[in-house]
């Protein structure tokens, strides 16, 4: 495998601790529907750091998606509409951009990985094809230097036969071969923010291993910060930095990797953590289970969202909506009323703390 | 551990058999020409696999896409013919029923599909969905409203929604339809066909705490097929793991994934991650290449040999059998040996 060769643009160092690369802000995007407003991601603000892995995690429905797809200025109109928030590239907001400027960071600066790479790829293209037009579109190079550098690219993700495989088509690549040609197209404007929207989900298990392993390879040696969106725990744990918890549209915690896995505070954090099964634990009688479903998202009311389904509810919990408050750590928050107390963890001991807290408040 | 300890309480009756398949193949022919048709190939999507499911017990039967899973589901069913070798339930060939027999035998088992959108009748209410397996049998008690109501409560799910379509409900309340559909007839076996895959975490947990709970209480049997090892840990008592149309490993739940012998067990065991980030990061991992080939001109020898890290010569001209290999279960790898990779 020959290094990709191309110009490097400046960049920062690549140490997590030293500035942003992306800043969401307030981030509220909405859905206008037959059945009315779909609050699809409401007030959601994050930031991602030069080369660190961020993972956002969530069921179905908690707006991942949307809020990748609104950074990537994807969403349909008029149907969505982007109604508050900023979202910063390098200190410059996307939302209040010149297109010609913010079609240079969309695409450029920052690329995305979808979950299914066969409705992702044009059916009718060659697949190297379709890699030296995004090369062309936005670098001045000739056709031919395009086309080297798409070959390039597909050996660097791991497909063997690269050449002859460029001339390939989308159907004559399996699931697992389609998403690195996904990765290829992805990095090869060498990005410095790569958005991966569930990108092993439809794979099989050994296959999303090797394309786990790319993606990992791919920052390790472009330094590029990836923002995984997914609802697999067992993925999280094994690639993020950092997570954001989502529910129903909302933030509702954020933590690097290790405290979040070790130290959660919100109890839907806990109940995702309890209700997941495990291959290194063995059988138990009764898996932990939230109950219920998700809430719709036509009008919420002004309360926490996963009242409805926590086991440690109080009246408060319905009647006002739990900001973000620092917890442990300033780098850990969660949107719970009771998450800075002392001792609050999975148990009875929490349910006795939140049923104190509320006589307290109230 | 409700089939754990009801096994040893009662190991005369848990050690028989319900069901028990013998070299069962299916080879889907592929045909070329109009006029003149010609077999030119055949994908084998079962090649010759034996196992048995015991009374009141979980098998759980996994791999990947592609590896023959559902066909055996529906060979099982006998929704599909096999080509060759036996599904005896109870001891009564099954492949060989015909007319009233085979309807007769149907009654005993049932399957609840992945995809719980697909698999439930839009235009149809809850009652009829759920109450038609009582109708076409003749098992319809004074309109069956109350039979449907108890089954509707029995898995989770308000009577008085009997009459809503499933439109109405969400994911996992649909996939508790569909279990209740399938328990309408009380059958012996249950075929559950990815049955948590489509569903969100939270939700998956109450689907596969339903089934432990209504195993318990109706005693009933489970082929449960999954490609998440994770989901079956937690649900099976033994585990068959099927790999381009055989079975190349297959044994007891724990034993199988604490010291798995087989190197495609292994790969899988090790490639799902622990939700863990210290276990995860500590753990080793193999990495295999390429995908699963192609099941028309499967590789000669062991199937698994193109993406094994442990293939030697033999590999390619000898086609291990499935046997114990003195590792107290059976594996099919000239090479097993057992391997501890979940810290």
């Excluded at chain 1, 000739?142 to 989308?170: D, F, H, T």
């Excluded at chain 1, 296959?207 to 990836?226: K, N, S, T, Y």
């Excluded at chain 1, 959660?264 to 309890?274: A, I, M, Q, R, S």
């Excluded at chain 1, 719709?296 to 440690?312: D, E, G």
Aim: with cysteine; aromatic share 4%; charged share 25%.
């Amino acid at each position: 495998m020959s290094p990709v060769t191309r110009e490097r643009d400046s960049r920062g160092p690549r140490d997590p601790a030293t500035g942003t690369l992306l800043e969401v802000e307030d981030l509220t995007t909405i859905f206008h529907t037959e059945a009315g407003t779909v609050h699809a991601v409401d007030r959601v603000s994050f930031d991602v750091r030069p080369g660190e892995v961020l993972a956002i995690v969530g069921e179905s429905g908690c707006g991942k998606t949307v809020t990748a797809l609104s950074i990537m200025g994807l969403i349909p109109r008029p149907a969505g509409e982007i109604t508050s928030g900023s979202i910063r590239y390098r200190g410059k907001d996307m939302l209040r951009l010149h297109k010609d400027e913010r079609r240079a960071i969309r695409g450029d600066r920052i690329a995305m990985v979808f979950q299914d790479p066969l409705t992702a790829l044009n059916p009718v293209h060659k697949v190297g094809t379709q890699i030296a037009e995004l090369i062309l579109a936005h670098r001045d190079v000739s056709r031919k230097e395009a086309w080297r550098r798409s070959v390039e690219l597909l050996k660097l993700v791991g497909i063997p036969n690269a050449e002859e495989r460029a001339r390939q088509y989308p159907h004559h690549f399996s699931g697992g071969m389609r998403q690195r040609a996904m990765i290829a197209m992805a990095i090869a404007l060498d990005p410095e923010l790569l958005i991966a929207d569930e990108p092993t989900t439809a794979l099989d298990v050994t296959v999303q291993a090797q394309i786990l392993r790319v993606l990992l390879d791919v920052r390790e040696r472009f330094g590029m910060a990836i923002m995984l969106i997914t609802h697999d725990l067992g993925v999280v744990a094994g690639v993020a930095d950092r997570v954001v918890v989502m529910y129903a549209g909302k933030k509702i915690e954020e933590a690097d990797v290790h405290t979040l896995y070790g130290n959660p505070k919100h109890p839907y954090t806990w109940g995702l953590l309890g209700s997941t099964t495990r291959v290194d634990r063995p059988r138990l009688e009764q898996l932990a289970q939230i109950p219920g479903a998700p809430p719709s998202l036509l009008s919420p009311p002004p309360a926490c969202r996963f009242a409805p389904r926590c086991a440690y509810a109080q009246p408060l919990c319905r009647r006002e909506y739990p900001e973000l408050r620092p917890v442990s750590s300033t780098e850990h928050v969660a949107a719970c009323h009771f998450a800075d107390l002392d001792g609050w963890e999975p148990g009875l001991q929490a349910k006795e703390l939140a049923s104190r807290q509320e006589e307290a408040v109230s | 551990m409700s089939v754990a300890t009801e096994a040893a309480a009662v190991p005369q009756r848990s050690r028989q058999e319900l069901v028990r398949v013998t070299d069962l193949v299916k080879h889907f022919p592929i045909t070329r020409g109009v006029i003149i048709r010609q077999q030119v190939g055949a994908v084998h999507a079962v090649d010759g696999i034996s196992f048995t499911i015991r009374k009141g017990e979980t098998l759980g039967l996994v791999g990947e896409s592609g590896s023959g899973k559902s066909t055996t589901a529906r060979l099982l069913l006998r929704l599909l013919d096999p080509t060759s070798g036996q599904v005896e339930l109870e001891g009564q060939d099954i492949t060989t029923a015909a007319g009233s027999q085979l309807r007769e035998v149907r009654q005993e088992m049932q399957m609840i599909f992945q995809d719980p959108y697909a698999s439930l009748d839009p235009r149809m209410t809850v009652r009829d969905i759920v109450g038609e397996p009582l109708m076409v049998w003749n098992r319809w008690r004074n309109g069956g409203a109350m039979q449907v109501a108890e089954l509707l409560e029995r898995v989770g799910l308000n009577p008085d929604h009997a009459s809503r379509f499933p439109h109405e409900f969400s994911g996992g309340q649909r996939q508790r339809i569909g279990i209740a559909r399938a328990l309408a007839l009380r059958p012996k076996l249950i075929v559950c066909d990815e049955p948590v895959s489509a569903l969100d975490v939270s939700v998956r947990a109450q689907i596969l705490n339903l089934l432990a709970n209504l195993q318990r209480d109706f005693d009933l049997t489970y082929l449960f097929i999954s490609h998440d090892l994770s989901v079956v840990r937690q649900v099976a008592d033994r585990v068959a793991v099927m790999y381009l149309g055989k079975v190349v490993e297959i044994g007891d739940r724990d034993e199988l994934y604490r010291r798995p012998v087989h190197p495609y067990t292994q790969a899988l065991v090790s490639a799902v991650p622990i939700p863990d980030p210290t276990k995860e990061r500590k753990r080793e991992h193999i990495v295999l290449g390429g995908d699963i080939p192609s099941p028309v001109n499967p590789p000669s020898g062991c199937r698994f040999r193109t993406r094994c890290f442990k293939a030697q010569d033999v590999c390619a001209e000898q086609e291990p059998e499935l046997v114990d290999r003195g590792h107290g279960h059976p594996s099919a790898c000239h090479f097993a040996e057992p391997m501890e990779l979940i810290p």
